[in-house]
């Protein structure tokens, strides 16, 4: 099934019959079989699915972190297929910010200088005002001399957060960003997620497999075997009991 | 910004590179300052002579030393007397020494070189110059001045050793400089042929015109060298012992060199792929590829400024202890005191940095490919540890390594050794590459006994598991193992093989060497007892060239065959060039010119010297001339009687206390030792890097109820397992291929050879490779043990 949200040309993401297979012959395994799916500019959408399902080779494909063996992704306008590695890196340097389960930050580097490091990898050289005013957005304006390891795991998410979005990206992607966390942890970090999609207007795709967590998105897509199987619409207030408990529910359908 | 804040963070990462980097540094600078030190210079007895006249130059001997033809007595009295008359020029002094030494209580003082004597005649002390320090210059022909270093007052008598023996002489004087003058009647007697004539100029007189005006009076009777070009002058025996000084020094350079590449290659492959989340992570936020390359080139690049920085001062501070040593060890020419010069001390520097770069090169190749996905990926079983480079150069070394183990029985006597050692080379190296495979089962299957303790099992199973970590540490011990076993043995089983074939050949029941003097005196082989066998040694020139000779009487030939056709006048070649009845015309020692007729030609292996001639006929143009060994038939070793530096020994410990073994023994200590030295580092480097990593498997070990003192005890019972292991694959491979140097040999000298294997150093290795995993990997764990405690 395709789902298609809004007008393409404000699409920050646009995945386009996608195909992944990984290994040949016998062995070969379709994670992706088609997916076509669109990721509107300004949007909060969580991906779920059980394990296995390929939630987790959709955001890699759509983030150019893999390559799909068919059909196009572009990001931002440009298509990614084609593109050099190099070219791929600094567009993934332009457009995309990400936040990963664990081991998000350089442990040599301080929180201060993790969130710089894509301005500084990019060759640019951001102003201290500016890297702290990020910081700060994210509630750790104390922390900026800290090295990850002199922070909990909650603020270490953050910290990732604020590097996520330094580089003004079309989109960031976040891969089960809470997993490693504890509940009220997790309902800050959602929260900072959210706030970056409704207070400055930026476009951010969850992989989930936490009913909970996806209740803080707009939107819920349902991956199964590869397949985009179903989608849910969130009320618009954030981790809303009632959607969560239904998004729980399509899941546990999914799984069954 | 990155690299320094990662080298600075994950310090544990680079300390091994750090310290390998650090020697090798030192070790090359306090080479490199001593090496640039050590240059030729102008002797000190010769120093005040502005301009000198030598002369000609012959061929190079057979150790590519230009030798000099000498002047005859005559030849030098009429060159120096026309140098004479020449304006600026006040005297001309013919050089003429010989050997002498002082004896002091019956033992000869001092160990002076035999291309470098202390016996002068007087006039030559004008050439330093030296001056009497007490009491008057010698005259007659029993008088003599000492240097006052001595310590023996004018007017009393002294005992002084010449080739021929030893003479009382009345001391006359002291000098203030080394030597032992006699009168210059007397010194033409001892030294009649003359290589250098030394001018000594007004002090108003450019050496640079004097120069010219006798080069155009010399002609081609000599070469004349001023100022710097004095070096020359440098008597050989010096120039030898620097060569020797220079080569030791180019093998550690070599092996450190060699060593910090593979310690810093192999620390910067576990760095980055133990990082490898990390660099993926920079990867997937936008850091480029060669961004990445050239972070860890950057990190690489922080670590050997600092290191090549604190190496080389460390071996500035090294250096004057490394030169006193090399003199110690007789490799450098006593007085010898480096100083450290940029020349040293910059390409020294320089080559820290370019090795820590080089030698993370490869490393940063790789690092920089990993795919961005791997920063979301949990770290997987460790299963990519052989490379392509590992399997090819692997394959390569065994297939070579088993083919000439199956060529050495079939190639003749001479090449065999070669083959078996570059056999047991090639498969010791083969296993270290492959030992991320052979390793894992080997040690699961020589571990089966552990199987019952619980310890034991997670010991078993986690040195089995992590292969890179496992294989890391086994390989270089079985490396060095190997080669220290292999080379220690090897030298050790091959010096009394060789050494003592003249004795064995010649069935002779003692051999007699010097022992405090650079030969035996006429008198000290004249008291010998039983049957002698003996030579002079000297040295002649056929045709410009010098070849050695020995000067033999009938029946105390000290060579096996037949030199009963050497009569007055005659020759014994061993040389196919020269055939029986050809006339050589031989230039003596002191400068005399003869023919003599070729009595028999000999196969070149037959005679230790080129050429045989009558003894007499020696001692007659050689006053210098001395017996460097002889062999005692009919008499023990004990009957020998001591003095005048005389050193009795069984054959047997003849040839296993050669001078020569003895110095390729110290050449190999200085390898081995480098060797043991750099694995050290490797290894405990590894374990404390690995060890970092394995918190997260304490925390689980401590969580399912092992106590610290428990995890410790597995962790060391590991790490000895795994030197072990290292040791035992090392000896297996060395042994097999000393047993076949061994036969080769047997084969080669047709006697039955011992196998000899210093257990002591080779225990000192694996001890020292020992101690040093166990106390870095104990070290590691306690650390990470104590940072790993619960919050």
């Not at chain 1, 063996?69 to 910010?97: A, F, K």
Request: proline share 6%; glycine share 10%; with cysteine.
């Amino acid at each position: 099934m395709t789902i298609t949200t809004g007008a393409r040309q404000s699409e920050a993401v646009t995945l386009r019959s996608v195909r992944r297979t990984y290994g040949t012959g016998g062995a070969a395994v379709t994670a992706l079989d088609g997916v076509s799916v669109g990721f509107r500019d300004g949007s909060f959408t969580a991906v779920m699915g059980p394990s296995g399902s390929g939630k987790s080779t959709l955001l890699h494909c759509a983030a150019g972190l893999d390559r799909p063996t068919e059909g196009t992704v572009s990001v931002g306008g440009t298509e990614l297929g084609g593109l050099s590695e190099h070219r791929l890196t600094t567009l993934r340097r332009e457009l995309i910010g990400f936040v990963f389960q664990e081991f998000n930050l350089v442990s040599a580097l301080t929180a201060a200088q993790n969130v710089a490091l894509p301005l500084r990898l990019a060759g640019r050289r951001p102003a201290p005002e500016a890297i702290a005013a990020a910081l700060a957005s994210v509630g750790l304006a104390d922390r900026g001399g800290h090295r990850p390891s002199e922070l909990s795991g909650g603020q270490q998410q953050r910290v990732a957060i604020a590097r996520a979005l330094v580089t003004r990206p079309a989109v960031v992607f976040a891969d089960e960003p809470t997993g490693a966390l504890d509940l009220r942890s997790s309902r800050q970090v959602l929260g900072l997620l959210r706030e970056a999609v409704h207070d400055h207007d930026r476009t951010v795709v969850m992989v989930t497999h936490d009913p909970l967590a996806s209740a803080y998105a707009d939107r819920v897509l349902f991956l199964a075997d590869g397949h985009l199987v179903d989608e849910l619409t969130g009320p618009g207030t954030p981790g809303d009991a009632g959607f969560a408990a239904e998004v729980a529910a399509r899941m546990a359908r999914l799984e069954a | 910004m990155l690299s320094w804040s990662t080298v600075r963070e994950r310090w544990t990462g680079f300390v091994g590179s750090f310290i390998a980097l650090t020697l090798g540094v030192g070790v090359l600078t306090a080479s490199l300052v001593v090496f640039v030190s050590a240059q030729p210079a102008v002797p000190d007895r010769l120093a005040g002579a502005a301009v000198v006249v030598q002369s000609p130059a012959g061929g190079e001997d057979a150790e590519s030393y230009v030798e000099y033809v000498p002047w005859s007595t005559e030849r030098a009295e009429a060159l120096a007397r026309s140098l004479r008359g020449l304006p600026g020029v006040t005297a001309a002094v013919p050089d003429r020494s010989f050997y002498a030494q002082l004896v002091h209580d019956g033992r000869p003082v001092g160990d002076p070189e035999a291309g470098d004597p202390l016996g002068h005649g007087w006039s030559t002390a004008a050439l330093a110059p030296y001056g009497l320090a007490s009491g008057a210059a010698p005259s007659a022909a029993d008088e003599v001045a000492l240097d006052a270093g001595y310590g023996i007052a004018p007017g009393s008598t002294a005992t002084v050793l010449t080739a021929t023996g030893p003479r009382e002489m009345r001391v006359t004087g002291t000098v203030d400089g080394p030597g032992i003058y006699v009168s210059d009647a007397a010194a033409v007697a001892l030294a009649p042929g003359v290589r250098v004539i030394g001018l000594v100029l007004a002090p108003d007189a450019a050496p640079d015109l004097v120069a010219a005006a006798v080069r155009t009076a010399v002609g081609d009777a000599g070469t004349v060298v001023a100022g710097d070009a004095r070096t020359a002058l440098e008597p050989e025996a010096v120039s030898r012992i620097r060569w020797l000084g220079t080569q030791l020094i180019t093998v550690m350079v070599l092996l450190a060199a060699f060593a910090t590449v593979f310690v810093m290659a192999s620390t910067a492959a576990l760095n980055a792929y133990q990082r490898r989340r990390e660099l993926a992570l920079l990867r997937a936020i936008g850091a480029t590829p060669r961004q990445t390359r050239r972070l860890l080139l950057g990190e690489a690049l922080v670590v050997g400024v600092v290191s090549a920085a604190a190496g080389a001062a460390l071996g500035v501070l090294a250096a004057p202890w490394f030169g006193d040593l090399l003199v110690r060890a007789e490799l450098e020419p006593a007085g010898f005191a480096p100083s450290p010069s940029l020349l040293a001390v910059g390409p020294a520097v320089l080559t820290g940095i370019v090795v820590a770069v080089v030698g993370a090169w490869a490393a940063a190749r790789r690092a920089a490919r990993v795919r961005p996905l791997e920063a979301l990926r949990e770290a997987s079983v460790d299963n990519r540890t052989m490379t392509a480079p590992r399997w090819l150069f692997g394959g390569l070394f065994g297939l070579s390594g088993l083919a000439l183990a199956v060529l050495t029985p079939a190639v003749d006597d001479g090449s065999a050794m070669t083959t078996a050692i570059f056999s047991a080379l090639a498969l010791i190296l083969a296993i270290t590459l492959f030992a991320p495979v052979v390793i894992p089962p080997a040690l699961r299957t020589l571990t089966l006994p552990l199987r019952r303790s619980a310890t034991g099992e997670v010991v078993r199973e986690s040195a089995g598991a992590a292969v890179r970590r496992t294989a890391a540490t086994a390989g270089p011990v079985l490396l060095t193992v190997g080669f220290a076993m292999l080379i220690l043995g090897m030298v050790k089983t091959m010096s009394p093989a060789f050494g003592g074939d003249d004795a064995r050949t010649l069935g002779v029941d003692a051999v007699v060497t010097a022992d405090g003097t650079p030969g035996l005196s006429d008198a000290a082989v004249d008291r010998l007892p039983g049957t002698v066998l003996s030579g002079l040694s000297t040295q002649v020139f056929v045709a410009g060239t010098a070849r050695d000779a020995l000067g033999v009487a009938p029946g105390a030939v000290p060579v096996a065959g037949d030199a009963g056709t050497l009569a007055a006048g005659t020759v014994v070649v061993a040389d196919p060039r020269w055939q029986v009845g050809d006339t050589l015309r031989l230039t003596f020692a002191d400068g005399v010119v003869a023919p003599m007729r070729v009595a028999a030609s000999l196969p070149p292996e037959a005679l230790p010297t080129p050429l045989l001639l009558p003894k007499d006929l020696v001692r007659q143009h050689d006053p210098s001339a001395l017996t460097l060994t002889a062999y005692v038939r009919g008499a023990p070793p004990t009957a020998v009687p001591a003095g005048l530096g005389v050193l009795a020994q069984d054959p047997l410990d003849y040839s296993a206390n050669d001078d020569e073994d003895q110095l390729v023994w110290l050449f190999v200590l200085v390898m081995v030792g480098m060797s043991v030295g750099y694995t050290s580092i490797a290894v405990a480097n590894t374990l404390v890097m690995a060890t970092g990593d394995r918190r997260r498997d304490f925390r689980v070990l401590r969580l399912s109820g092992a106590t610290d003192r428990q995890i410790l005890r597995m962790v060391g019972t590991e790490t000895a397992l795994v030197v072990l292991f290292g040791t035992a694959i090392g000896a297996l491979v060395a042994l097999p291929a000393l047993l076949g140097i061994r036969s080769a040999l047997a084969g080669q000298t047709g006697v039955n050879v011992r196998l000899i294997v210093p257990w002591l150093e080779v225990g000192v290795v694996v001890a020292v490779c020992a101690a040093l995993a166990l106390g870095a990997a104990l070290l590691a764990t306690r650390r990470t043990l104590h940072r790993a405690q619960p919050r």
